[in-house]
């Protein structure tokens, strides 16, 4: 029982990019003394251990292999970074067999071809700028006195998978799962329960449904502790019904949340790291709500339609214009009384966002306030130095 390399699938994958290509490992044996043992565990340390042996022996340029995730076959897939010449890489890939073997596996490592979306699922040309929905749930109560970081709650990501399920029916022709670096083409069904065990095995994974007749997309990203983001764009679906669709979401599940808006968005990437920067006077552009304690008293900047806390409201200056809805646990529903300013066009016109920005007052996070938080939060310096 061995893992042997299948060169001629290596050397496609190699020709079609000389600078990185995916290699897999699908198994056909597990290890007999250690039924509990995990591929994706295994094959992370294996290539841990030959690119620490391809460093010390190519020093220069080694290859080296990063990335490891689950494939939807059963295996596991990596990046083969091809730095240096052919012997070197195929050492590499003879190695990282031998020690798979040596833990007890069966099976065979092959080169495979990138999977994408359709390049117009990607293109703003082609479908616009997305609606996004950004999501971030208060954290789970792990007992941990000091938390390594912050969790969804089992009740929380329940919630997120049932709501995949929901967005599953809805009319496709390509679904694509995509967890570290790599995609796959979906499984044809349980799309929710696929998207919540890649959540579980690699902390982030997004769920992509596209629909080549409507030019439309349908994303789910869960992850990043306590982040989510459901983003719609489409040729054929109008921006309004696309946002009754993600504001009944938010409604939903403004109770449970710290932060919650709707913006628009990039169709090509979706997650947290696409919510869109606004430009401040001055801004070097690096602000974060990441730290739960400064969301929950401040928001990014203001938006059109968001899920603010009891606190927020205190600081705001004049809100007076806007509907408020209360969600219940101290969450209330901000809405701007234009949708259209916000969320027919890429943009707000600056005369909106400035006014918005006027009425928010003290709840935005500008670098000021920013930069006094982390003053704030520094430790003293010690006298006489």
Not at 29 to 36: S, T
Not at 150 to 170: C, P, Q, Y
Not at 192 to 216: C, F, I, K, T
Request: glycine share 6%.
């Amino acid at each position: 029982m061995a893992v042997d390399v299948h060169w001629e699938s290596i050397d496609e994958a190699w020709d079609a990019d000389n600078t990185e290509f995916p290699v897999t490992v699908l198994p056909t044996g597990r290890p007999a003394a250690r039924p509990e043992a995990d591929l994706l565990e295994d094959f992370g340390d294996a290539a841990d251990e030959v690119n620490v042996e391809a460093e010390e022996r190519w020093p220069d340029a080694p290859p080296f292999i990063e990335d490891a995730a689950d494939t939807t076959a059963g295996g596991s897939i990596g990046l083969m970074n091809a730095a240096g010449i052919d012997g070197e890489v195929q050492a590499c890939l003879r190695e990282l067999a031998e020690r798979l073997t040596r833990r007890g596996w069966a099976g065979q490592i092959g080169g495979a071809s990138p999977v994408h979306p359709p390049d117009w699922a990607t293109s703003v040309d082609a479908v616009g700028r997305a609606l996004g929905l950004f999501l971030r749930f208060i954290p789970a109560d792990t007992n941990d006195p000091e938390p390594r970081r912050e969790v969804l709650s089992r009740h929380d990501l329940a919630t997120l998978r049932d709501l995949t399920d929901r967005w599953a029916t809805r009319p496709t022709t390509g679904a694509y799962l995509t967890r570290s670096s790599f995609t796959d083409i979906a499984p044809g069904d349980g799309l929710a329960d696929a998207l919540v065990r890649a959540v579980d095995r690699h902390r982030r994974a997004q769920l992509q449904l596209v629909h080549d007749g409507h030019r439309s997309t349908a994303t789910i990203d869960i992850g990043y502790e306590t982040h989510a983001v459901f983003a719609l764009a489409s040729q054929t679906e109008a921006w309004h019904t696309r946002l009754d669709t993600l504001t009944r979401i938010l409604q939903d599940l403004g109770p449970r949340l710290e932060v919650g808006l709707i913006d628009t968005t990039n169709p090509m990437v979706v997650s947290w790291t696409d919510l869109r920067t606004k430009d401040y006077p001055g801004s070097s552009g690096v602000i974060s709500i990441r730290d739960i304690d400064v969301a929950r008293e401040h928001t990014p900047d203001a938006y059109g339609l968001q899920v603010l806390t009891s606190t927020h409201l205190a600081k705001a200056h004049d809100l007076s214009a806007w509907t408020i809805t209360d969600l219940g646990n101290e969450r209330h529903l901000v809405q701007h009384p234009d949708p259209a300013a916000w969320f027919a066009r890429r943009d707000p016109e600056p005369q909106d966002l400035a006014a918005a920005r006027h009425d928010f007052g003290d709840i935005i996070l500008t670098p000021e306030r920013y930069t006094a938080i982390l003053d704030a939060k520094r430790p003293p310096t010690p006298s006489g130095r």
